[in-house]
């Protein structure tokens, strides 16, 4: 089956520096990643679509300057969380669509999550 | 918009019982439903999909849902519950006419916690 990767899986960081994950399909092409920011016991809330090729498209109130995205290729899209801060501490997860299915409505392949805390 | 509502933060069940993890949308036109279950810091697994044909769908370990047009549900279910099925539950929803974004609106999850 379609497998979706984090790295790291968990940070620890000190106020004011960035930080960078991975999201990677390991196994498909997916032109469409998805980030996720869950903080705890709450839902999954919606940061980004990530396009490869194209700038990422942000859902309203996440600001695009702090979290940057970058989808550089078919298998990669990378989440840098700019001069973090405690309050950006959660569980981010991301998601990939498979580009070769040929459904347009087929389900997203989440990865396991990486749990950031800013200190 | 589309939305999804889980009005059960958390359903307690005997082992062997079966379960109910209710779940109900809104969306502008025909759903795409969608569930997933999260163990503890982990990312989210699927279950099981409605995209059309018949209302009754089987997922995986013995889940089902089924899908009520009518009252906009689309209620997770599994006839005879595990202690390993505790977990969070989220149901998920997308509009089909959504050919552009085609990212899943969640609900707030339900956490099932069964008893042995």
């Known amino acids: 089956g379609a497998v979706v990767s984090q790295h790291p899986s968990r940070v620890i960081c000190k106020s004011g520096t960035s930080v960078k994950i991975e999201c990677r399909s390991l196994d498909f092409q997916a032109t469409t990643m998805f980030w996720y920011r869950q903080f705890p016991k709450k839902s999954l809330m919606l940061m980004a679509t990530s396009n490869e090729g194209s700038k990422a498209t942000y859902e309203q109130g996440v600001e695009k300057d702090k979290f940057l995205i970058n989808h550089a290729s078919l298998t990669l899209s990378t989440l840098t969380v700019t001069s973090a801060h405690p309050e950006d501490s959660s569980f981010y997860i991301c998601s990939a669509r498979d580009r070769t299915s040929g459904s347009s409505y087929n389900e997203q392949f989440f990865g396991p999550g990486t749990r950031l805390t800013v200190l | 918009a589309q939305s999804v509502a889980q009005p059960e933060d958390q359903v307690n069940v005997a082992e062997g019982n079966p379960l109910t993890v209710k779940c109900t949308y809104s969306?502008?036109?025909?759903?795409?439903l969608f569930w997933y279950v999260q163990y503890p810091n982990r990312g989210l697994q699927f279950l099981l999909k409605y995209i059309t044909g018949d209302n009754l769908v089987k997922g995986s370990y013995g889940f089902e849902a089924e899908f009520n047009k009518s009252q906009t549900s689309f209620h997770l279910k599994k006839p005879s519950a595990l202690v390993s099925d505790s977990a969070l539950y989220f149901c998920?929803?997308?509009?089909?006419?959504?050919?552009?974004?085609?990212?899943?609106?969640f609900g707030s999850g339900t956490r099932l916690q069964v008893q042995p």
């Open positions: 998920a929803v997308r509009d089909f006419r959504d050919t552009g974004r085609r990212a899943l609106t």
């Open positions: 969306v502008s036109g025909n759903p795409y």
